[in-house]
């Protein structure tokens, strides 16, 4: 059965068979969302709604909340708390991404956390550990954010710079992003040799600048300091710096 359509009539032909674990297998290969959710809402077995809440998690999700409430949904009437930890780690990890909102991402992983202390799980205690760690790192960036938004420009820079020294941080956010918070804040503060400072140290941890900060300001930087921008554009690529589904968690 190579067509979608044999998937779904061989998924038919298993559940009037009552073998719903070979129908939906046989319907995933259908690659049919539609059909994979339909199944699961009407077979209503712990293994159905994992293996269907595992495919939808390999579909556009992010950019259907629909999936992902359903994603949700299968998991928790499975049960599966670990499955349900991981897809709400999944989720912080597109918000920051994506679209750099690390209050969201913080939301997402106590979630992640609340959900993996109801877990059964033998591994359950290190990977609880493994996320308190990743959780107090975004809230130290979070607070920074914080005490910037209330002019609090010394605790955020103090917060920053601990975090771009932090071992490990790159588990828990883009480090691209603290030194762009460093960078822009003393850019806009006419504080170019200081932001200089840590473009350099940006280069020298062999980060992008790209999708971090605007060229514009890069410039700025450089002209600011007196220095010619390099030619080899090392500045901007790898060989030098570094370059509606959100859910209220």
């Known amino acids: 059965m190579?067509?979608?359509?044999?998937?779904?009539?061989?998924?038919?032909?298993?559940?009037?068979?009552?073998?719903?674990?070979?129908?939906?297998?046989?319907?995933?290969?259908?690659?049919?969302?539609?059909?994979?959710?339909?199944?699961?809402?009407?077979?209503?077995?712990?293994?159905?709604?994992?293996?269907?809440?595992n495919f939808l998690q390999n579909q556009n999700w992010?950019?259907?909340?629909?999936?992902?409430?359903?994603?949700?949904?299968?998991?928790?009437?499975?049960?599966?708390?670990?499955?349900?930890?991981?897809?709400?780690?999944?989720?912080?990890?597109?918000?920051?991404?994506?679209?750099?909102?690390?209050?969201k991402a913080l939301g997402a992983m106590k979630e992640a956390m609340r959900q993996l202390e109801k877990s059964t799980s033998e591994s359950k205690e290190m990977k609880l550990s493994l996320m308190r760690k990743r959780v107090g790192i975004i809230e130290k960036f979070v607070q920074a954010r914080e005490a910037l938004n209330s002019n609090d420009s010394a605790t955020a820079m103090q917060i920053c710079d601990q975090l771009i020294d932090t071992q490990g941080v790159e588990e828990a956010i883009r480090l691209g992003d603290v030194f762009a918070q460093l960078i822009e804040h003393h850019f806009y503060k006419n504080n170019f040799q200081d932001a200089m400072k840590y473009l350099e140290k940006m280069k020298k941890k062999n980060i992008i600048v790209t999708p971090y900060l605007d060229a514009h300001i890069v410039e700025e930087i450089y002209k600011g300091c007196g220095v010619a921008m390099p030619q080899n554009n090392d500045v901007m690529d790898g060989d030098g710096i570094d370059e509606d589904i959100r859910e209220e968690f």
């Open 2 to 53: 190579k067509k979608q359509g044999d998937f779904k009539l061989g998924a038919k032909i298993y559940t009037m068979a009552n073998e719903k674990m070979k129908g939906i297998k046989c319907l995933l290969k259908s690659g049919d969302v539609k059909a994979v959710i339909g199944f699961a809402q009407t077979a209503r077995q712990t293994e159905v709604y994992i293996l269907a809440g």
């Open 62 to 103: 992010h950019n259907d909340p629909e999936i992902m409430k359903t994603i949700i949904s299968f998991y928790q009437k499975a049960k599966s708390f670990e499955s349900l930890a991981n897809f709400y780690d999944a989720c912080a990890q597109v918000e920051i991404d994506e679209y750099r909102d690390y209050e």
